[in-house]
């Protein structure tokens, strides 16, 4: 009988974890930004291991251990270390560099990982869907995004066209100390798409509008560096999540009825009455209105950008969007982020370990914000049920245009805002109003509208209450013939819900307009 | 024995799969792998602790620092001896204090220590080398950045690490945190800065009062040395010719001002003006332990009375490597360049490792055993201190008073009282 014993050294170096830190007292999330050391490097009491973005700054975090890095188990940040502003260098204004050129350069500074490599091409854009390409204008360019490639994607913020992408592919062969991704950059003709839009706005109505004139959203809150002008307000997201959004198709006239397109000739010639004389109100109020205006834009735009890129992965449906290397999420303090081996010890034999290991970091209580407080009360899409739809009927039944009375409603989605139809709220009952209202709004949210329920329509109305916003005006949507936009209610005696009501005078009866 | 012929008997068998790395049974056994194997098996039973590497020394002279001196006619010693125990147990102790504040900043960046936490490295060579000189009856009363106080002073690592953390086995039951830790003859651990040198004075004071021949040291650092109550102290003292040693810790920086921008005179052992001053150089254990040795004997012999010269203001030079506090990256009013200087070229652990090895006072496998024990006892106190229970609420009326008049302590409210207890022992009571 043959017992075996097999009799070998078994050499397993139990490797030193380090733990993500908190390094200020309200820190309890952090981002890698740049990692100082390599796998393999020694390191000496006193040495800087990594940049961390804190909540409030860039940190460098030291270590007062002696031996070598064995393990790096997280990876950068690259969409956190952009935020961070890593990117930036000081006093190249004169160089003229485009944004794309010094983020490559400061990939290839920031570590081994990244080799990037330029690569011209035009072929850049998200999952082709037929709505996209009917609309656009732009050609049947299809393209397809490359397998097992992660990456980021800058799209405009208005439109989610995609600019520039970044794809990040990595050897699925070697291991994570081996990795070498290869960065490839491809910009879209970039003047090209500028110009169609261009044209596009200016077939819509013809001298009366002009691209200045229309409300735009500041560009230093989405740009990400003040120093390069980019082509319009931009996004970085992770590209499939890009992909996944069926862009704002910028043309409206296309699914115009008869009169709808009438009334929007006729709204376009009359060139030569202004705001003021249509609104009948003086100079000063006009233009403290529009101010109020674009504060509440700004306000709203400022909460988005806060909301920022995890919000909207989980509008997209974050399980299916494949991340970036390892981890481009917030990281809990206490996580283990690499493994440093003790001196003298082979760091290449350290064994990986079997759980995560928290420290005792106690669970802080979760932060309510009004406007948190606000949605869940709402409860689904930001549509408060109270106003939004108990408004639809009346509105749709005042409304006398000769056809069937679709009723936009305004729904906030971490993606921006957008317009959902209820068709025919005029013939429809008030719980199949609302039933309609909430799938819309859920739909929305998770980015599963048709192209045909947001088109259209004939009248917005536009609930801001819930973010506490008192009163504010909005802006007609052509071709659309008003907009309701319905502010905060509060109980105040002999008060009543402030609304205001814009309306193009083409199609509403003057007397309707008082409500 | 019965292990080595365990692995032979296994490995001359012949056998399936796993033979085939020695062959066809046991002609084919290379005497090189006999002899591997037999190593590897006898391993853990060759590596001796004495005569690993050459014989060492029982006691070694060294030469101490150049001091600097303010109304003193000679010097302390310019030599000074150090036998092989001491040597280990300054090294230990040293290196403790090293682990023990490393340890302390992980447990707060995990968020298990809360509050202040100041952090002594790179100055353990002062309260190791003040500590070898003092005599059991000797005082010491010092500021917030006492961890390493403590522990020379007499509290365990699991005693300091506990109170880091909050629990019952701290030494003030979790109640004082870091900067309020007392134990026999150690008066803490002081939250306002300089407050502590007037106390100190006072504690002189009282060792005067009742003829006890100690003395009391107070330390202080260079941003605190600009305090009032500090020459009111000085004054007291000279006056009434009290043993008291104020010591100033200068590591070059307040919280973030450097001592050139903070100080008109940045001589601080001259800062006594009528009361004598030595400057002695802080990354040297046995410069600090012969200063030391020197003031207590001016302190307690000599003198109009016969019973001491009156005060002395030492002020010893040394660096921290961590910022003030662990809200403060420490980078912001220096280089890391700076930093990294110092710990290659002055840290006192490095510099008293080379000199007794040198001295053959210990070896350096030695040194290394040393080195691992030292970081097991710590990370074993880390455990405990994240583990370990908190005290009940009812003992924030414990320990209040030595002698309570009335044992009903008021709560939040006059309706909730508390009824104050007796937990520990006192102590430091005359």
Redesign the interface.
Known sequence: M??????F?KYHVEGIPI?M?????TMLEGTIVQWAKKEGDPI???D?LCDIQTDKAV??MDI??EGTLAKILVCVDVLGALKAGVFGKDGDEDEGVSFMEELLEALTDMGTHYTPEVKESNQVTPHSSPAHHRDTGLGSEKVEVKEHSAGLAMCDSETYRITHTLHMSHDDHASASDQQLAVTVATTHEEDMVQLQKEELENIGKESHSLESLPTVPEHLDSIHEDHQLAGPTRIMPIEAASQIDPHPIDLTSDLTEIQRENLENFATETTETATDFYNVTEEYYEASQEEIEKDLLECEEREVEQGGADYLAAVGASSVPQLPDDSKDIK??TVIALMVAEGEDWKDVEMPSTEET????TPPTEETPRKAAEAEAGHGGVDYNHTTYLTLPVALQLKTGGPVDVSIAVATPAGLITPIVRGADTRGLEDIAATVRDLATRAKANKLKLDEFQGGTFTISNLGMFGIREFSAIINPPQCGILAVGGSRLVPGASLCQSLAGSHVGIHTKQLRY | MKMLTN?LS??L??????GQLWGQGSAALMWTDFWE?SM?ALAPFMTAVRGAGGSTNNEASFETRPYKLHRLDEPPQASTTCTRDDALLYYRQMQIIRRLE?AS??L?????VRGFCHLY?GQEAICVGIRGALRPEDSVITAYRDHGWAYVMGCSVVGVMAELTGRSQGVARGKGGSMHMYTKNFFGGNGIVGAQVPVGAGVALANKYLDRKAICVSLYGDGAANQGQLFEAYNMAKLMNLPAVFICENNGYGMGTSVDRASASVNYYTRGDYVPGIWIDGMDVLSVREALRYSIDYCTTGGPSGHGRGPLVLEVATYR?HGHSM?D?G?SYRT?DE??EV?QTRDPIMLFKDQIVSAGLATAEELKKIDSEVRKEVDDAVKIA?TDKEIPIQELAADIYVNPQETTIRGCTPYDPYTHQRIRKVINLH
């Open positions: 043959d017992i075996h014993y097999i009799f050294v733990k830190p908190s390094l200020s007292p000496q009491p006193g800087v940190v460098a007062e251990e303090v206490g420290g005792s970091t106690p | 692995i296994s490995v068998r012949p056998k399936g799969a796993a194997l590897r490393s900043g992980n707060y960046k995990e968020k298990a490295s490597y809200s990256p980078t890391r930093i990294q710990r994240k």
